[in-house]
């Protein structure tokens, strides 16, 4: 999947990206936007916020159902379990 961000936002952790090749392009939508923000819940945890916005043709509406933010939510997983194995060290 390649993809280009649009917008980064280091102050109010907030990075979004549009897909430009692979991923969903490839299921037929037009567009597809991913957008990460990191909300610091204390110093030891914080809540990631996805969203993925789509654009497409409406002969997509069975495809909608595999469009999901799982593939996020393991990749947060294992940020997560590297930074707390590794904390000592940062």
Do not use: A, W
Request: aromatic share 4%; glycine share 6%.
């Amino acid at each position: 999947m390649k993809e280009r961000f649009t917008k980064i936002d280091d102050e109010n952790r907030v990075k979004e990206t549009e897909v430009l090749e692979g991923g969903y392009k490839d299921l037929g939508f037009d567009v597809v936007r991913i957008r990460l923000e990191i909300v610091e819940k204390d110093s030891e945890s914080c809540i990631v916020r996805s969203t993925i916005e789509y654009e497409g043709d409406e002969k997509l509406t069975d495809v909608v159902s595999h469009v999901n933010v799982r593939p996020l939510e393991m990749m947060v997983e294992i940020i997560g379990k590297h930074l707390c194995q590794n904390k000592s060290t940062l």
